[in-house]
């Protein structure tokens, strides 16, 4: 596989995102599972503007392979709280982000956003799956809408009009202004679940850190590389806090808005 055959894709998503940085990691992981695009030729990395991937394939085959992946993605419920379970695809079984690992005794993550009501399964991927829809580019494709169906709380371009007044978008009757990106919502579980320890990057109950890195890399460094556990590696380092409403730390409904640039 020469050089000459190699081509990038360039992908309009926000490193300020967090659902935008687990979906371009689940996109690039997803591509090199294509039968041209394999693990040892492409490489990704962000630039000013974009996330861009260099492998020897096209954008008609990551979609397919990225589509097929995440409509195959299954929530099996475990005991206890909603938040207890597995996703599994096919025969791969992923890990469940909404689990804390710290050793102080905290039962929960970050990524738990949502209330003891609610089942990821039913409530949340069933419906997110439903409603997404097939398009001939990756930019159509992340960028569809859909209405009346809930997020993980990932997107900061989700719920948060409403939710800083304290209250759901559903509540105060401008859910019309709060669309949800099925793409991108069942991306960014995606790499949550399979493609990265989402837990290591938590550093209190509330707030994760992560890192955008802007030279290319192959996909084995990919979940260190945004752990930002590569030394040497030029990076650019976010912190994001989740937020409720304005109930305080106890809110049931919380969401991660648009995470801060780090000195």
Not at 196 to 217: F, H, K, L
Request: proline share 5%; charged share 20%; glycine share 8%.
């Amino acid at each position: 596989m020469n050089n000459d055959i190699m081509s990038d894709v360039r992908l309009p998503l926000d490193e300020r995102n967090l659902a935008h940085v687990l979906s371009a990691i689940a996109l690039f992981v997803l591509g090199t599972r294509t039968p041209r695009a394999n693990s040892k030729t492409a490489t990704c990395w962000w630039d000013e503007r974009d996330f861009v991937l260099r492998a020897p394939m096209n954008e008609a085959a990551l979609i397919d392979a990225a589509d097929r992946f995440i409509r195959d993605i299954r929530w099996i419920p475990g005991f206890g709280g909603a938040e207890q379970g597995s996703f599994v695809a096919g025969h791969e079984i992923g890990s469940n982000p909404f689990i804390s690992l710290a050793d102080d005794g905290q039962e929960t993550s970050p990524l738990k956003t949502f209330s003891g009501q609610v089942s990821p399964g039913k409530d949340l991927l069933d419906k997110q799956r439903e409603s997404l829809k097939r398009a001939t580019t990756v930019e159509s494709w992340i960028s569809q809408t859909s209405r009346n169906i809930s997020g993980w709380g990932l997107d900061c371009r989700v719920g948060s009009h409403a939710y800083d007044l304290g209250f759901s978008s559903n509540d105060e009757g401008s859910g019309i202004l709060d669309p949800i990106y099925p793409a991108i919502e069942l991306l960014s579980i995606a790499a949550a679940s399979f493609f990265v320890v989402v837990q290591g990057w938590q550093s209190d109950e509330s707030t994760i850190r992560y890192c955008v890195w802007t030279q290319p890399i192959s996909v084995s460094m990919v979940s260190f590389a945004v752990a930002g556990r590569l030394d040497g590696l030029p990076t650019r380092r976010y912190r994001v806090t989740n937020r409720g409403t304005a109930y305080g730390k106890g809110a049931a409904y919380r969401f991660f808005p648009e995470a801060t640039l780090q000195s």
